[in-house]
């Protein structure tokens, strides 16, 4: 875990191994953003360096320069925080928690960080701090024996040289809640980090048992521990879970559903979160083209999102009862695989008639739903990355939030917001609903093409009380990055969703 300190000390006498300092776009050409600290002989040798390279000052611009004079650290890193003059105070902080994360990213070899972009107040702190914390991230992979050893291969081994220390300077690091800031930014960075590496990890090393086992370890060796609860194939076909158990019942790995409770003394407000989990999606017997398949190992970024917010709401200690839902199959096309027109009773005894294989998410998150709202919580919130019309309708980096409560989807895009996660409010209209009635069932579990991302929607909505606030997060686009990697975003997994979620449960404090 990367650990997130402030001080108000000036940038260039701190001992690091770099220096971030965040430059500006001034009328088409770069200029030192405020706060950087340097003296005089120093800011003039940056200055001249930026003009020498043409430096823009945009956003997502990194350079590196090498023995500043009078900066103690070897090397001084500037990043693009985009238009703005030199005086410029002020900034958004999606905009400083991107130019940290980008500049951190790009740092090689460098243990110890110092950030000094325009960070006063507990806002922007929390968001340099956020950024540089989530842009130290890196997978390990999995790797065989390094050159030259006579040792057998291993697996993951440790990340070389990796950021380990980042020290945000600010005028306000007396502050308590500063201070708070920064130590929440770690937590959530080290959640983060977690989901990620989840969803990096291969279909083959990452299946609904060993899954299961990765959150018992994490909660092992954490200080403030869950009650962790597994059901298996057997105790999920006797609990009536008919969705999550056709869906894995073709595959060698048995599906299981995995809830995390963090439940402290007097908890004023209970928030259930259900995840969806498949660890690898074939699309079943209505398989996927080979080239869809190669990203599929992320379907389960719903169910690793959720795990990862409650540790973290753990470790925070927050006063309100979190409980997650891990809905975790491997959907695969064995000879035992569930067939389109099958009907499946799920665990509030609804019969679905089985349209498409690949659909297959909505199923296991209807179960796990229902077993969410059996105790009563005051709100639900399913993450999944559930449909490709949510990427039709809203790219690769925008969320869709559907719920049965205007007001509750409000707030959970309001948390959205607030952790830096694009996300937009989406309709569940209800002349859609037609299209899920069956001749055979109680419902049919798909609707048409057109409209597809919001008849899941509807469909999910069938498994909650109407009086629970319920919102649904599909997160298909956002929580996996195919593309180059992008402020504190890198290539892969991106751990969407776990800011959203921890900001929200920290709505239901006090």
């Known amino acids: 875990m990367t650990t997130v300190s402030v001080s108000d000390r000036s940038a260039h006498d701190l001992k690091a191994d770099a220096v971030v300092l965040g430059t500006v776009d001034d009328s088409g050409s770069a200029a030192l953003a405020a706060g950087h600290g340097l003296p005089r002989e120093a800011a003039a040798h940056v200055a001249a360096q930026l003009a020498a390279l043409q430096a823009t000052g945009k956003a997502d611009e990194v350079l590196t320069l090498a023995a500043v004079p009078s900066v103690t650290a070897p090397r001084v890193v500037l990043t693009g925080l985009g238009s703005a003059t030199s005086r410029t105070t002020s900034f958004d902080a999606e905009v400083l928690r991107r130019a940290a994360g980008a500049a951190v990213r790009s740092l090689k070899k460098a243990a110890k960080v110092v950030v000094a972009l325009p960070a006063s107040g507990v806002e922007s702190v929390a ?101 962790i609860k597994v059901l298996d194939e057997a105790a999920l076909a006797k609990g009536g879970f008919g969705g999550i158990v056709g869906v894995g019942q073709g595959s060698v790995n048995p599906p299981r559903i995995v809830t995390l409770t963090w439940s402290p003394p007097r908890a004023s407000h209970s928030v259930a979160l259900v995840g969806k989990g498949i660890t690898f999606d074939s699309g079943g017997l209505c398989i996927k083209p080979p080239a869809s398949m190669l990203t ?90 559930l449909t490709g019309a949510q990427m039709v309708a809203l790219g690769g980096r925008v969320a869709a939030i559907m719920a049965n409560d205007d ?104």
């Open 127 to 227: 968001a340099v701090a956020e950024g540089a914390a989530l842009g130290a991230y890196s997978y390990a992979g999995i790797r065989g024996p390094q050159a030259g050893s006579t040792k057998g291969a291993k697996a993951s081994p440790a990340k070389a040289a990796a950021v380990t220390a980042i020290t945000v300077v600010t005028p306000d690091a007396k502050l308590k809640a500063v201070k708070a800031a920064a130590a929440r930014a770690a937590v959530l960075a080290d959640a983060k980090a977690y989901a990620r590496d989840l969803v990096n990890t291969p279909p083959n090393k990452l299946f609904p048992q060993s899954f299961a086992d990765s959150v018992k370890a994490r909660n092992s060796a954490a200080k403030a521990k869950v009650t």
């Open 296 to 385: 599929m190992k992320s379907d389960m970024a719903g169910a690793a999102a959720v795990a990862a917010t409650v540790f973290a709401a753990a470790e925070l200690g927050l006063p309100v009862k979190v409980t997650g839902y891990l809905c975790l199959a491997e959907n695969m096309p064995g000879g035992n695989a569930q067939r389109p027109g099958d009907v499946v009773s799920m665990r509030d005894g609804t019969t679905v008639e089985i349209l498409d294989t690949d659909a297959e998410g909505r199923m296991v998150l209807g179960d796990g739903l229902v077993l969410a709202g059996e105790s009563n919580p005051d709100a639900i919130v399913d993450i999944a990355t």
């Open 407 to 510: 007001t509750f989807r409000d707030r959970v895009l309001a948390a959205a917001d607030s952790a830096g996660e694009a996300a937009w409010p989406m309709p569940l209209p209800e002349d859609l609903r037609s299209q899920l009635e069956s001749a055979v069932a109680d419902l049919s579990h798909k609707g048409e093409r057109w409209g597809g991302m919001l008849t899941a929607g509807l469909f999910l909505r069938e498994f909650v009380d109407p009086a629970t606030p319920w919102a649904h997060v599909d997160i298909a686009g956002p929580s996996f990055n195919e593309g180059s990697p992008y402020g504190y975003t890198p290539k892969g997994a991106t751990g969407y969703g776990v800011a959203t979620l921890l900001s929200l449960v920290e709505g239901y404090v006090g």
